[in-house]
């Protein structure tokens, strides 16, 4: 039998893999697919709770943050285009008129 | 028996998918990789009894929403990454936060024992549709504008300038 | 006995004229000016009118207005307190003081300022009345504070004068070092006798009997003595006084000789019962008095300016006052004191007099011949000259002789005092016909190639010259309240105010010996006519002699014409340390370098901060993602390192 804490340990590498690829990546569409991996380990920590807890409203959840993560997705990458129409780059680095 | 096996073999796929992610330089690899990981997410799922989870993640995320990063990859024609520097802060902080982040979990989370079976069919569909429809419907109703509010903004800021 | 109204007349007049004086005429100006002072003079001849029915013990009469402050045991009231004394005061105050308003309606009359001016003698005379008639230390130390504001502003009066202005804060910051002698005075007497009213200070300082050698009453005594200098310009704080002149002549006349000057006597003479059980004190009052005497009327010998003759010899004269309260002979002092008051005025007022018909010119070696031109003034100052130089009749002679006296015969007295006064006496006399000779007699010395003055001399205006014909009749006859037994009078005036200085067990009072005062007596007359001979010779028979003396004194009259340096020496002691210390220690080090520099150190260490804060705003989202991981790493560890404990 499988601990739950494999799957637990399973997310967590998961989300530092997803935040570290946040950080290094250039690419700003690679930038939203590590939030993706990101939104994708928090979401095995849900199932895996509701399982060791044996509550369904885990799995409720993990629905609603596919329904956000995919309306994020979305409009981000409209953003993403719009972006693009502007500033003719996809490296987030070149995006930077905030500077102070 | 088949449990362990099937989770493991799955486990590491996911992690290899997932730095297969950081390492490739194309976005449509990267994107590709993110979808084996979510195949393996579902099946997961499925090993932990979340059989409408897992149906979903397939159809949704899996079907949908990479879809979309696919088409929007090909539609702006990405290329290779460049190579800038535009922030050692990113580095200097963000990776040993992010192993400090990660070794915590880890450590914290693999104190815990508690097994789980397989085959243990904890979410019928019926049941989580009566959870969605009457506990949670508030939740459920405010997804389904903030859906369409989704619609209407990527409409908007997608439009091409007449 | 509504004892309040005396204070209280003038200073609503200068309440009245302060605030709305400028859109009054001048007639309305004038009514407001006199008529407060002229209602507080007969209020006080009503007053003495009542006093004189008073039974002998309900002496002295206190009123009290009004509580001001009580902190425990210790209480100070707004009272006046009415005895011999005071009212002696306030009679003079108010009469020679009302004279020199009507004068300066005539004086000041051209002059720009006019509400101000008598807005603030108003209010000079107010704070003068409260401290005569102060019930304790406290109140009078208001009065006191209050004549030197109001001398530093009409010193100042034309203030646009750099040495009018300068003068003024002369005379203030002077005055300010006296009193600073007078609040510790103050301070010791709280913590001795735990109060301040003369009610109570005396009879506890009566029952401490007389010190054989210092101890806190010759300590409070010597404080206050110290406050007195510096008002009454004794030295070695005498120094504003000659400045004052600097003031329209009115103001010399009334502040700097007859009233604000003689509140340093009032108040030694006041505090007798101290001073009367601390011989040691008395001494140093006496010497104090008898130095600033000789002192003095040196330096008045050697001047050209006719105001600052009068100025030397008011500090000469107060030392005369001085030395008799030091020889515990007050009511000797206070006789002084009053005919002073008049002479001296009429002296000022007189000087002003003259200074207007010749249209501002002040250097006496400008003038000569005016007796013809100036009539009346030459006849009143004649007056005046003939009763400070202590000729026989006048009132001065009488008020001079009694002082003299009492130097020599009194038990804290000696002869070297007697001595030392005589011969001042002989100086007085010289220095004082000397400005008369050169006044009105010989020729008209105009200064150099300016003859336009010449045709404009004229008399003054009556209204200028009543006050003086009044004051030449006072200068005249009022000594005779005081003829002394000697020669066949009855002392009244001694008499009338020794109530107030017999308090208990004093250093007791010699008896006269007649034909001994009768000797002296006639010395001081001699020593007067030999200096009115000197005078004569030098300044009116042989003109040409003062320079040769002048010149064969070379050295010595240089100091005496410069009043010794003394002003140089105190700016090089005391002033520009002091001014340096301020520029390069406290501006500079201080306030500067440190306040001013701290602030600034912490605006750019703001700065600096703020300029390392900025640099996280790098527009770079990766970096800001680097910061959220590192804030949430920070977090979480924290959680579970409280979470595990």
């Not at chain 3, 045991?73 to 009507?102: C, K, P």
């Not at chain 3, 300066?104 to 509400?115: D, I, L, R």
């Not at chain 3, 001073?275 to 009052?285: D, F, G, K, N, Q």
């Not at chain 3, 300044?539 to 002048?550: A, G, M, N, S, V």
Request: hydrophobic share 55%; net charge neutral; with cysteine.
């Amino acid at each position: 039998m499988v601990p739950i804490s494999y799957y637990l340990v399973l997310s967590a590498i998961l989300f530092g893999m997803g935040v570290l690829g946040f950080l290094v990546k250039r690419n700003v569409i690679t930038l939203f697919m590590s939030i993706e991996l990101m939104l994708n380990a928090v979401n095995l920590a849900f199932v895996a709770f509701a399982t060791q807890w044996n509550a369904l409203s885990g799995h409720v959840f993990v629905f609603f943050v596919m329904v956000v993560a995919a309306a994020e997705a979305a409009v981000g990458l409209a953003i993403i285009i719009a972006v693009y129409r502007t500033r003719q780059t996809l490296n987030p680095d070149r995006v930077d008129l905030l500077k102070l | 028996m088949l449990h362990p096996i099937l989770f493991f073999v799955f486990a590491t796929l996911c992690v290899a998918a997932a730095v297969n992610l950081l390492a490739q330089k194309h976005p449509i690899n990267s994107a590709l990789s993110l979808i084996v990981v979510m195949v393996s997410l579902s099946v997961l799922y499925l090993l932990l009894g979340a059989e409408f989870v897992a149906a979903v993640q397939v159809i949704v995320y899996a079907g949908a929403i990479m879809v979309l990063f696919i088409f929007v990859i090909m539609l702006l024609n990405a290329g290779e990454e460049e190579h800038t520097h535009g922030s050692r802060v990113a580095l200097l902080l963000g990776l040993p936060a992010v192993s400090l982040f990660a070794g915590l979990m880890v450590w914290v989370l693999g104190r815990r024992p508690g097994g789980a079976h397989l085959g243990e069919f904890l979410g019928p569909t019926k049941e989580i549709a009566h959870l969605l429809f009457r506990d949670f419907l508030l939740p459920f109703e405010v997804t389904s504008v903030l859906i369409l509010i989704a619609i209407m903004g990527a409409v908007v800021l997608a439009r091409r300038e007449p | 006995m509504n004892l309040w109204l005396i204070p209280l007349l003038p200073l609503a007049g200068a309440l009245l004229n302060g605030l709305f004086g400028r859109r009054f005429s001048r007639a309305g100006v004038t009514a407001v000016a006199l008529g407060f002072p002229g209602a507080a003079f007969a209020w006080s001849l009503w007053v003495a009118a009542q006093f004189a029915r008073l039974p002998a013990a309900a002496i002295p009469y206190s009123e009290t207005l009004a509580a001001w402050m009580q902190a425990g045991a210790f209480r100070v009231n707004f009272a006046f307190y009415l005895d011999q004394l005071s009212l002696v005061m306030i009679l003079v105050v108010t009469g020679v003081g009302f004279l020199i308003h009507v004068y300066s309606v005539g004086y000041m009359a051209h002059e720009g300022g006019y509400y101000r001016f008598f807005s603030y003698l108003n209010l000079f005379l107010f704070f003068m009345l409260t401290l005569v008639l102060a019930d304790n230390y406290l109140l009078m130390f208001v009065g006191w504070e209050g004549v030197g504001l109001a001398s530093y502003l009409l010193i100042g009066f034309w203030f646009q004068k750099d040495s009018a202005s300068a003068a003024g804060k002369k005379a203030f910051i002077v005055n300010r070092i006296g009193d600073f002698g007078f609040l510790l005075g103050m301070f010791l007497m709280v913590k001795t006798f735990g109060s301040l009213s003369f009610g109570e200070v005396f009879p506890a300082a009566a029952n401490l009997g007389v010190e054989g050698s210092a101890g806190v009453l010759t300590a409070i005594a010597l404080l206050l003595l110290l406050g007195a200098c510096g008002k009454s310009a004794q030295i070695p704080l005498h120094v504003w006084l000659p400045d004052a002149m600097e003031g329209p002549t009115p103001v010399s006349a009334l502040i700097h000789a007859a009233t604000m000057v003689t509140a340093g006597v009032y108040m030694v003479a006041r505090s007798s019962p101290i001073y009367s059980r601390a011989p040691e004190a008395l001494m140093v009052v006496a010497i104090v008095g008898c130095l600033t005497a000789l002192f003095a009327a040196t330096i008045g010998m050697a001047q050209n300016d006719i105001k600052r003759v009068l100025a030397y010899s008011t500090i000469s004269q107060l030392g005369y006052m001085f030395l008799a309260c030091g020889v515990a002979a007050y009511s000797a002092a206070i006789f002084h004191l009053m005919t002073h008051a008049f002479f001296k005025a009429l002296l000022f007022l007189g000087a002003g007099s003259v200074i207007h018909a010749l249209s501002g010119e002040q250097d006496m070696r400008h003038m000569g011949g005016l007796r013809r031109k100036v009539p009346w003034t030459f006849a009143t100052m004649t007056v005046a000259t003939l009763a400070i130089a202590g000729t026989p009749l006048f009132s001065g002679f009488f008020s001079k002789d009694e002082i003299l006296w009492k130097a020599y015969s009194s038990p804290q007295g000696s002869p070297v005092f007697w001595a030392v006064a005589l011969f001042t006496t002989l100086l007085t006399s010289f220095y004082m016909f000397r400005l008369w000779f050169m006044t009105f007699f010989g020729e008209r010395r105009t200064p150099a190639g300016d003859h336009t003055h010449e045709d404009h001399v004229h008399e003054s205006p009556p209204v200028m010259l009543v006050p003086l014909v009044i004051l030449a009749v006072l200068s005249a006859v009022g000594g005779y309240v005081g003829v002394p037994h000697a020669l066949g009078g009855h002392n009244s005036f001694a008499q009338f105010l020794a109530p107030v200085f017999a308090t208990g067990e004093e250093v007791a009072v010699h008896v006269a010996d007649a034909g001994l005062e009768r000797l002296l007596t006639f010395l001081s007359v001699l020593a007067a006519v030999l200096g009115f001979a000197f005078a004569w010779v030098l300044y009116c028979k042989r003109p040409e002699l003062p320079e040769r003396i002048t010149a064969a004194l070379g050295g010595l009259y240089y100091a005496v014409a410069n009043k010794y340096f003394v002003d140089e020496g105190y700016q090089a002691v005391f002033v520009r340390p002091v001014v340096e210390g301020s520029t390069e220690i406290l501006w500079r080090g201080i306030d500067v370098g440190l306040i001013d520099d701290s602030v600034n150190q912490a605006a750019a260490g703001a700065r600096g901060i703020s300029g390392a804060v900025r640099k996280m705003q790098s527009g770079n989202l990766r970096s800001y993602a680097g910061w959220v991981a590192a804030g949430a790493a920070a977090v979480l560890a924290y959680m579970f390192w409280v979470g595990t404990r």
